[in-house]
């Protein structure tokens, strides 16, 4: 069973700083790309921000150089640091794994549960 637990979410006051973490555990064998998006109220989910397994990134444009996202492989853990945070921010905030496990020839692909991010003053 692979499972992917978010922490780190909360509430911030604008132009402050958060670090969200996303543990992927299991019998996991190779995980290809990991990922954060977020759903604000009303509107569709969208990408945040994208790693691959050689840490090649790629980022929304409304986040561009206000977030960075990393990995751990060695842990299965992305990481997003987010600073400079705006109210539009805030989100429910998911990650995102594509990875094969123990037993399955093929790629899946797994949610977290969701982080809640307030930026408010």
């Known amino acids: 069973q692979v499972q992917l637990v978010e922490s780190g979410g909360g509430l911030v006051q604008p132009g402050g700083s958060l670090r969200l973490s996303c543990v992927a555990s299991g019998n996991i064998l190779y995980i290809a790309a990991m990922g954060w998006y977020r759903q604000a109220p009303g509107k569709q989910r969208e990408l945040v921000a994208g790693i691959n397994s050689v840490g090649t990134t790629n980022y929304a444009g409304s986040v561009k150089g206000r977030f960075t996202i990393s990995r751990d492989n060695a842990k299965n853990t992305v990481y997003l640091q987010m600073n400079s945070l705006k109210p539009d921010d805030t989100a429910v905030y998911y990650c995102?794994?594509?990875?094969?496990?123990?037993?399955?020839?093929?790629?899946?692909?797994?949610w977290g549960q969701g982080t809640q991010v307030t930026v408010s003053s």
């Open positions: 995102n794994a594509n990875l094969r496990y123990s037993g399955s020839d093929y790629y899946h692909e797994y």
